[in-house]
């Protein structure tokens, strides 16, 4: 009964940890990129991007789908007298997976980096690529021992590995950026020492984790574990095709997503040179990855938390099924994981919706708040006016991915991903190659592409795990808080701009007076069922006090 009780808690306790550190990973990367814009200038950045969308495709293949199979192995892993056993042996096959994988791509980012910078039809990124390369290496280690945390449903160590990185990356970055400038380097050097930073970050988390790991205690779980009898021990070569097998579609598949940002870095510049020079083409793209993108990717700190916890509970969960009793037990558990997974589609729903509308109502207030070169604001809002609707495709991607990842179906996301990559490349090589549209082609490239891919999986969760997905409650109801919420945002900005001739003070003011409109709206709609409240740590403390203020009943 106890470990039925803390289910639902543990895995929001896991969002919350896991949200907060992405919330602080992202914040710190947005404030860094504004300083490093300053000195990069586009096309500067251009380089920058170019190299680290380059090794994050590296590190997709390498890594994608290892550390999500490690969680699920670990959380599947029944108790027993000998889990603990299995679960080290299940460490340590991985991190001997991942140490041959990192070796393997640093050396193709290292000995490779001109032809790739070639590739990318930017000559002058290689220095970029080589000083970012040895980072691949240390992204795997660190990747093994994130997916033995989260498989223990303990995200903390993952959360502050992450800030540990982000400040040491960011801060560093800057510090060597100013470094190469004051020697007087050329724009493509002082890149690659702006981009080293990330390397020797990435070194500071690896080195917290490995220190973790070594002092992390698991007899607190023994008590637990001793009780239930042995588990069978699986031999490596036994864990190793385990791992593959569950690694290798859900490593596709996240491949096939992240595509879609090595997909612009290759087609905007050499389809913008077929009629413009190259240094006009890396500096479209410097500015399009750089503020357009970076902006997009912010909302994603609040989603990615919900599925990266959402794997190993709800795996958990269909374990627990399988070995309910008697048939009541049984239809009991499934409800219970049902009801997990409908909350997770809402409140993915309730933080995208409204990020969505309003990063693209707001593109060009908000980026001329955090950047100062109006020029590059100018020529960037529109395209984030177009990227921003993206988000909540991507939202529904990723937690359809990962609930679809639970029920042991990572072949089908494998299928959304790659209909969709195929519409992207289109869509990008006609768009862009074509003068009157350029860069635009690229945000609605990746606007449809994450459309048709979200379409997809939603088709298979709802095939093939059983859902059925409530459109007005899910979604219907944030989507009328937030139009309603955004019309006021419009309202508001207007009127203290016009007052007080200040743009700053009219973005933060509306954004701050829309999200509180915004979720009383979300109340009086009666959005949030008492299960939704329950969930959250607290929730029936924050449910009585719901219901004495009239928002619930």
Known sequence: METRK????RIISGVIVLMISNIVVKLLGLLCKIPLHDLLQDQGMGYFNIAYNIFTTLYMVSTAGLPTAVTIMISDTPAGSSRRRQVERIFRVALAVFFVLGIIGTSIMLFFAKPLAALMGSDASYLCIMAISPTLFFICMSSAIRGYFQGHQNMIPTAVSEITEAIG?????????KYAISRGESIERVAAYAIAGITIGVATGMIFLIISKILYNSDKNAAIETKEGSVSSRSRLDILKQLAKIALPITISAVALNLTGIIDTFSIINCMK???EEQLAEIAYGNYSTLAVTMSHLPSAFIT??????????TAALLAIKTAKDEAERREKELRASKVMQSCLKFAAIISIPCALGLSILAKPILSLLFKNQESVNAAAPLLSILAISVFFTAMLTITTSILQAHKLQHKPIISMCGGIVVKIILNVLLISNPSIGIYGAPIGTLVSYFVMASFNFYFVIKYVGIHVSIIKNFGKPFLSSLAASLLTVLVYVLVETQTGHAAVATVLSILITVLVYFILLFLLHTFTKNDILLLPKGESIYRVLCKMKLMK
């Open 6 to 9: 803390s289910a639902s808690p």
């Open 169 to 177: 990356k960011f801060a560093i970055g800057i510090v060597l950026a």
């Open 274 to 276: 077929l009629y413009t």
């Open 305 to 314: 938390p919900i599925a990266s916890s959402l794997t190993p509970a709800l």
